[in-house]
Antibody
Framework: QVQLVQSGPEVKKPGASVNVSCKASGYTFITYYIHWVRQAPGQGLEWMGMINPHGGSTSYAQRLRGRVTMTRDTSTSSVYLELSSLTSDDTAVYYC????????????WGQGTMVTVSS | DIQMTQSPSSLSASVGDRVTITCRASQTIAHYLNWYQQKPGKAPKLLIYAASSLQSGVPSRFSGSGSGTDFTLTINSLQPEDFATYYCQQSYSTPPFTFGPGTTVDVK
């Protein structure tokens, strides 16, 4: 079964960092770039960045540069999102998704990880 | 960066209605436009890719059209499971992969 499974919810204090994982299964891991998209409560979708599982190259949204790091582990078919210097504005559901160039879109999504930033 | 807008931001409709949602890009994006459906508490789901191609498994009552800067998502004969929020997204000039602000379809 082709799927992305994410780690569980997190509660963090302002100024802390959070790590969210996304484990791929059911397909060849290096086939598709994996992207991260977040959604603040009651808000729309915000693209955060992407990682190429094959070589590990990354590209980040300009407004998050300096605070976001995406990595991958090919031995476990997993990608990781680290976001640092958290503020309440980072409270959101974080999704990983595969970008399929054949459909020029995000055709598989993880279940989402709720990150709450609160003092 | 390319900006995406959608109209309306929300609409009320009844089962059986025909619903049309519009998406506009700040500059031409050819046919590099996708539509997603999101239900509360769930991840988005790809409905339409490349402006008018139906993703596998998506009912044929969903259709997309447009090119350049103006695009439309149409739902023919709205079904109870179609009440949701719909987002457009461009894959033409990337990164960033920009999403529209969303259109919520609720029960009239």
């Amino acid at each position: 079964q082709v799927q992305l499974v994410q780690s569980g919810p997190e509660v963090k204090k302002p100024g802390a960092s959070v790590n969210v994982s996304c484990k791929a299964s059911g397909y060849t891991f290096i086939t598709y770039y994996i992207h991260w998209v977040r959604q603040a409560p009651g808000q729309g979708l915000e693209w955060m960045g992407m990682i190429n599982p094959h070589g590990g190259s990354t590209s980040y949204a300009q407004r998050l540069r300096g605070r976001v790091t995406m990595t991958r582990d090919t031995s476990t078919s997993s990608v990781y999102l680290e976001l640092s210097s958290l503020t309440s504005d980072d409270t959101a559901v974080y999704y990983c998704a595969t970008y399929n160039a054949a459909v020029i879109g995000f055709d598989m999504w993880g279940q989402g990880t709720m990150v709450t930033v609160s003092s | 960066d390319i900006q995406m807008t959608q109209s309306p931001s929300s609409l009320s409709a009844s089962v059986g209605d025909r619903v049309t949602i519009t998406c506009r890009a700040s500059q031409t994006i050819a046919h590099y436009l996708n539509w997603y459906q999101q239900k509360p508490g769930k991840a988005p789901k790809l409905l339409i890719y490349a402006a008018s191609s139906l993703q596998s498994g998506v009912p044929s009552r969903f259709s997309g059209s447009g090119s350049g800067t103006d695009f439309t998502l149409t739902i023919n004969s709205l079904q109870p499971e179609d009440f949701a929020t719909y987002y457009c997204q461009q894959s033409y000039s990337t990164p960033p992969f920009t999403f529209g602000p969303g259109t919520t379809v609720d029960v009239k």
